[in-house]
T-cell receptor, first 117, second 115 residues
Framework: GAGVSQSPSNKVTEKGKDVELRCDPI?????LYWYRQSLGQGLEFLIY????????KSGLPSDRFSAERTGGSVSTLTIQRTQQEDSAVYLC???????????????FGPGTRLTVL | AQSVAQPEDQVNVAEGNPLTVKCTYS??????LFWYVQYPNRGLQFLLK??????LVKGSYGFEAEFNKSQTSFHLKKPSALVSDSALYFC?????????????FGGGTRLMVKP
């Protein structure tokens, strides 16, 4: 079956520009997560969506980062006024359940590699 | 708070030899433990997980992991390594007391299998 898809696969932008990263989760998965993978920080949690509930934004590094999930499916991560330290691979994951489904596997997309010049 | 440690940045083994990639964790509630593998320029691929039950769990590609509650460890093992197993391996934990449900990852261990 179809897995988690992300677009674009690569994004090069100039410092100060805004970028949008897209994630299509596995159909039927109610929980969606964004993580960031960078050389200095490893894999870090950014934000978590569970159905129609308010998202858990506790991992967002600054107010330049935001995300939305429309119709309980597709999600967009937006980074405003990008900085060079935002350069990283942004990974999206989905799982069947969120809260209460602690044993549910999170399935990851291929990631978007963001380079800020 | 939940945390994971992978004490080895890199593990080198010869093809055909057994391999172990170490992972220790810290949680306040029940641990839910996962191993993922990442090949170059790819996302994370799920290998196996421990939820409850048998301490030895088996996963994809012949990998297995042993949950040890007293040592708070979840080491990944394979009886006979293949060159194609060379990749970056991540251990992750979710704390059953954590309503946030996110995974916390270790720093990763690069496995190099030499012919």
């Amino acid at each position: 079956g179809a897995g988690v898809s992300q677009s674009p696969s690569n994004k090069v932008t100039e410092k100060g520009k805004d970028v949008e990263l897209r994630c299509d989760p596995i159909s039927g998965h109610t929980a969606l997560y964004w993580y960031r993978q960078s050389l200095g920080q490893g894999l870090e949690f950014l934000i978590y969506f569970q159905g129609n509930s308010a998202p858990d934004k506790s991992g967002l590094p600054s107010d330049r980062f935001s995300a939305e999930r429309t119709g309980g499916s597709v999600s967009t991560l937006t980074i405003q006024r990008t900085q060079q330290e935002d350069s990283a691979v942004y990974l999206c994951a989905s799982s069947l359940r969120g809260t209460g489904g602690w044993g549910d596997t999170q399935y990851f997309g291929p990631g978007t590699r963001l380079t800020v010049l | 708070a939940q945390s994971v440690a992978q004490p080895e940045d890199q593990v080198n083994v010869a093809e055909g030899n057994p391999l172990t990639v170490k992972c220790t964790y810290s949680v306040s509630g029940n641990p839910y433990l996962f191993w993922y593998v990442q090949y170059p320029n790819r996302g994370l691929q799920f290998l196996l997980k421990y939820i409850t039950g048998d301490n030895l769990v088996k996963g994809s590609y012949g990998f297995e992991a042993e949950f040890n509650k007293s040592q708070t460890s979840f080491h990944l093992k394979k009886p006979s390594a293949l060159v194609s197993d060379s990749a970056l391996y991540f251990c992750a934990v979710r704390d059953g007391n954590n309503a946030g449900n996110m995974l916390t990852f270790g720093g990763g261990t690069r496995l190099m299998v030499k012919p």
